[in-house]
């Protein structure tokens, strides 16, 4: 089957390898040409329309617009996350509807490239920036020789935690995974009411994050092949990270909550977790919280790791801007100059940092001292970035991800759940997943790959 053939194949299938097994939204023809949310400076200009997400967008929208006389960004939030990607592949099956320039989390640029949806923006200068990002977030949005979007936020992780729970009942701030259960272990030992931390069924891209901190690839797959792709979803480091977690689930050393549901942000803030182990994007999610416990003292540390003396830095989550496709070829340079340049200033990144909570990945930003320094009031003052996420971001090397990516979190999440359940060990649950990945794969006219 011809490279060709195949995308068709999967876009005729109603873009299942897009969203899923998840319902699609209505996206009318016009979508893209929706009338802007924001103002636009110069009528005259080239207008580039654009759909993201990001809490206080407009600001930066308007710093773009007051700042380029050619070129002018007609915004709109055409939803979050699934919303966007079910209007999105819509757009794409139907062939038109999509923006010029779309928000799209890392982790899905495969998806939509293999359903040529996006631009390679290598033709049109992008591959010049490579060096004002980190090695791990350039390697996100590059796929062989191309690169589909430009990095904007990331999710280096580290460890959240209850300093004044840890001070009442005695317990070191953990650095290893061995420690980690230790003192799950003590906190129950000593009657604790609550938890160590939470282990959520529905944390697939959570547990994806895990396993490679201990060495697992789980996925692979390259633009340039696009009927191709890799899935060692149950090898010897995955099971290992599955393992350790269905013991500490089997001890009652954690809880199983379904992560951000309403009552998961109660538990999170009332104290029932001594612990939030969080990307970087996790205090400003964290302080963000209603009725938190006023006399909680939280603070920040490195994610516990496997083995101190070779200690693997990891990254769950984080956002990107693509151009997509359908942008006419009359506004393709202006479209990439917005998706490569709105969040390629001291002053964007100013409005996201403090008023968007954003870790950012342009490191004239993340690199500079004003970040490094820069105090949390949620953290008693404490300078998180550099002494937890400044290290993490730049120890993480990139992630593969699944053409599937979504029916892989889906079918992850059960598996998990049934592990929670006491349904299955662990390793029964990561080889029924392999063998339903596969399947799936090979349904949908993917060769597998070793």
Same mark, same amino acid.
């Given at each position: 089957m011809t490279s060709s053939a195949f995308r068709k194949r999967l876009l005729a299938a109603g873009g299942t390898v897009?969203?899923?097994?998840?319902?699609?939204? $209505?996206?009318? $023809?016009?979508?893209?040409?929706?009338?802007?949310?924001?103002?636009i400076k110069n009528d005259e200009a080239t207008q580039v329309t654009v759909w993201a997400w990001y809490p206080a967008f407009e600001q930066v929208v308007d710093l773009f617009n007051e700042t380029h006389d050619d070129i002018q960004v007609c915004w709109t939030n055409a939803g979050q996350g699934a919303d966007e990607y079910n209007k999105f592949s819509t757009a794409l099956e139907a062939g038109s509807g999509a923006p010029d320039v779309i928000m799209l989390e890392s982790e899905q640029i495969p998806t939509f490239s293999i359903q040529e949806g996006l631009v390679d923006l290598s033709d049109h200068g992008a591959d010049e920036l490579a060096s004002e990002y980190t090695e791990g977030a350039w390697q996100d949005v590059s796929s062989g020789d191309g690169v589909y979007a430009i990095p904007v936020d990331g999710g280096p992780m580290g460890m959240l935690y209850r300093q004044d729970i840890f001070d009442e009942y005695g317990i070191e701030v953990p650095t290893t995974w061995e420690e980690f259960r230790e003192a799950a272990q003590k906190l129950q030992d000593e009657g604790a009411p609550g938890v160590l931390a939470d282990?959520?069924?529905?944390?697939?891209?959570?547990?994806?994050?895990?396993?490679? *901190?201990?060495?697992?690839? =789980?996925?692979?797959? !390259?633009?340039?092949?696009?009927?191709?792709?890799?899935?060692?979803?149950?090898?010897?480091?995955?099971?290992?990270?599955?393992?350790?977690?269905? $013991?500490?689930? *089997?001890? $009652?050393?954690?809880?199983?909550? !379904?992560?951000?549901?309403?009552?998961?942000?109660?538990?999170?803030? !009332?104290?029932?977790?001594?612990?939030?182990?969080?990307?970087?994007?996790? =205090?400003?999610y964290l302080g963000g919280l209603e009725d938190a416990d006023a006399d909680a003292q939280w603070r920040a540390a490195p994610v516990p790791q496997w083995d101190p003396a070779d200690p693997a830095q990891i990254n769950w989550g984080g956002s990107t801007f693509a151009v997509t496709t359908h942008t006419p070829e009359e506004r393709l340079d202006a479209?990439?100059?917005?998706?490569? !340049?709105?969040?390629?200033?001291?002053?964007?990144?100013?409005?996201?940092?403090?008023?968007?909570?954003?870790?950012?990945?342009?490191?004239?930003?993340?690199?500079?001292?004003?970040f490094a320094q820069k105090e949390y009031p949620f953290f008693d003052g404490q300078k998180i970035n550099e002494e937890v996420f400044l290290e993490a971001a730049a120890g993480y090397s990139g992630f593969g991800f699944s053409p599937f990516q979504v029916y892989a979190y889906d079918q992850t999440n059960e598996q998990m759940f049934a592990m929670a359940e006491g349904e299955k060990d662990a390793s029964q649950a990561l080889d029924d997943l392999q063998e339903t990945l596969e399947t799936y794969a090979t349904n949908q006219g993917f060769e597998l790959t070793e």
């Open positions: 897009a969203v899923a097994a998840a319902a699609l939204t $209505g996206c009318s $023809g016009s979508g893209a040409e929706a009338t802007c949310t924001n103002e282990f959520p069924p529905n944390g697939g891209a959570y547990l994806y994050a895990l396993m490679a *901190q201990a060495g697992a690839e =789980p996925f692979s797959y !390259d633009a340039a092949k696009p009927t191709e792709t890799g899935i060692d979803v149950n090898s010897d480091e995955a099971k290992q990270v599955m393992e350790y977690w269905d $013991g500490m689930v *089997q001890d $009652g050393l954690v809880a199983t909550d !379904d992560a951000f549901t309403a009552e998961y942000n109660t538990k999170l803030v !009332d104290g029932t977790y001594a612990v939030y182990v969080a990307a970087a994007w996790g =205090p400003g479209a990439a100059t917005v998706a490569m !340049d709105i969040m390629r200033t001291e002053e964007a990144w100013q409005i996201g940092i403090d008023e968007a909570a954003l870790f950012p990945l342009w490191t004239p930003v993340l690199e500079s001292e004003e």
